[in-house]
Nanobody, 118 residues
Framework: QVHLAESGGGLVQPGESLSLSCAASGSIFSVYAMGWYRQAPGKERELVATIDRDGRINYADSVKGRFTISRAYAKNTVYLQMNSLKPDDTAVYYC????????????WGQGTQVTVSS
């Protein structure tokens, strides 16, 4: 049984920073790629960033230079550091895991709300 649990969402003002965490249970963390998606009201869920087991990283163009994804194998945790936040970053952020050889997520967290507003 795999369980992904996000934490760290909240309300911040434009230009501020926020850090999200996703703790993964089970034995997948060492072999699965991990990633973050987000879904804003009335919009489709979009991929924000991914990191594979070898540390290769991809970002959506909209967050490049502002967001940083990382993972800590000792803690079975993936992080998303979000800097210079904008109102357009407001969304529910979801953690996801990707089995080897696929770019389709298999497991999802419950989501954490990030709101950027003055």
């Amino acid at each position: 049984q795999v369980h992904l649990a996000e934490s760290g969402g909240g309300l911040v003002q434009p230009g501020e920073s926020l850090s999200l965490s996703c703790a993964a249970s089970g034995s997948i963390f060492s072999v699965y790629a991990m990633g973050w998606y987000r879904q804003a009201p009335g919009k489709e869920r979009e991929l924000v960033a991914t990191i594979d087991r070898d540390g290769r990283i991809n970002y959506a163009d909209s967050v490049k230079g502002r967001f940083t994804i990382s993972r800590a194998y000792a803690k079975n945790t993936v992080y998303l550091q979000m800097n210079s936040l904008k109102p357009d970053d407001t969304a529910v952020y979801y953690c996801a895991s990707f089995p080897p050889g696929t770019n389709r997520p298999l497991h999802w967290g419950q989501g954490t709300q990030v709101t950027v507003s003055s």
